[in-house]
């Protein structure tokens, strides 16, 4: 679903269909780090410590790490993916505090797209949000949480299309 999501993302703000097709095959990976992070703190039913959320941040390490041998323009993408999708446009985010035009595009992208998908989709700890409730609340990110031109894309074109 993210790797799709990202893909109609990616069009939407034009980007030559190459790289969307990269974004919509490397975007699925982005929580690969996820394999190191252990099951009481992954599955927990209910809020993270302090200490299980620092361990949780670290699958953004752990997932680049894995990617880091790959030479191919893919891996690459998947690699830069998964160490910058939880940075934030203000700079907010982990694991580098980047911000702006300083985080990748794919990545920016991907960072709407995996937050929609959580918030949409039953979790172990809260039901999925109803789609108009997601929307909302990426609209309220503009500009913080979430590339402005990301957003607009998504709203403008990608929820536009769909409605």
């Known amino acids: 679903r993210v790797g799709e999501l990202s893909a109609r993302i990616a069009a939407a703000m034009g980007l030559p269909e190459e790289e969307v097709e990269m974004i919509r095959r490397t ?3 982005h929580d690969v780090g996820k394999v190191g992070i252990p099951d009481e703190v992954l599955l927990k039913p209910g809020k993270l410590t302090p200490e299980e959320w620092e361990v949780m941040k670290q699958h953004t390490t752990i997932g680049a790490r894995l990617l880091s041998a790959g030479r191919s323009e893919m891996v690459r ?20 505090c980047l911000s ?8 920016r992208i991907v960072a709407l797209a995996d937050v929609y998908d959580a918030l949409s989709s039953d979790r172990p700890y809260r039901p999925a949000w109803p789609h108009d409730e997601v929307v909302a609340h990426i ?7 979430f590339d402005p031109r990301v957003v607009d894309a998504f709203i403008n074109r990608v929820v536009a299309w769909d409605a």
């Open 27 to 29: 975007a699925p990976l």
């Open 77 to 96: 993408l998947a690699e830069s993916i998964a160490r910058s999708h939880h940075e934030r446009w203000d700079g907010g985010g982990y694991p580098h």
């Open 100 to 107: 702006g035009e300083n985080i990748p595009l794919a990545a």
């Open 139 to 145: 609209a309220l990110g503009r500009g913080t949480h």
